[in-house]
């Protein structure tokens, strides 16, 4: 069984391409929406996975956990969390004077957390035991 961030990134993706012959009862934004939404969870449950193995404490304020990252798991890796996660924000809040989310950006996100959840597994994995032990 896939762990959960892993299988919120796989429905996000059957909402961006439905398999063939599937009912398309919802148009393509607000899949693209639905599909946002399940990203953005995955990129949380990854980040609180990943603050648990490292330092536990680091999970009681959402904020914090974006603030130090940097620290943690390096400058990159923490300017593509914020930046994709500020995008999916974006992508879920319902607008009426906006268009809903392309599938074509959403999907350009799924690829970004597909790629920052296996950044921090591995970063997690390899956090020294002394951050594991200081919690």
Same mark, same amino acid.
């Given at each position: 069984m896939k762990a959960l961030p892993e299988r919120l990134v796989a429905d996000a993706d059957r909402l961006l391409l439905p398999p063939?012959?599937?009912?398309?009862?919802?148009?393509?934004? !607000?899949?693209?929406?639905?599909?946002?939404? !399940? !990203?953005?969870?995955?990129?949380?449950?990854?980040?609180?996975?990943?603050?648990?193995?490292?330092t536990p404490r680091m999970t009681r304020v959402g904020k914090h956990r974006m603030l130090c990252l940097e620290w943690y798991a390096g400058r990159d890796t923490a300017r593509r969390c914020r930046t994709t996660w500020a995008a999916l924000s974006a992508a879920c809040h319902y607008r009426t004077c906006e268009l809903p989310p392309a599938p074509s950006e959403i999907r350009v996100r799924l690829e970004e957390v597909t790629a920052?959840?296996?950044?921090?597994?591995?970063?997690?994995?390899a956090a020294p035991a002394d951050s594991r032990a200081q919690a």
């Open positions: 063939a012959g599937a009912a398309q009862g919802l148009a393509p934004g !607000l899949r693209a929406r639905a599909a946002a939404v !399940l !990203l953005r969870m995955a990129l949380e449950h990854a980040l609180d996975t990943y603050w648990r193995q490292v920052l959840l296996a950044v921090l597994n591995t970063a997690a994995a």
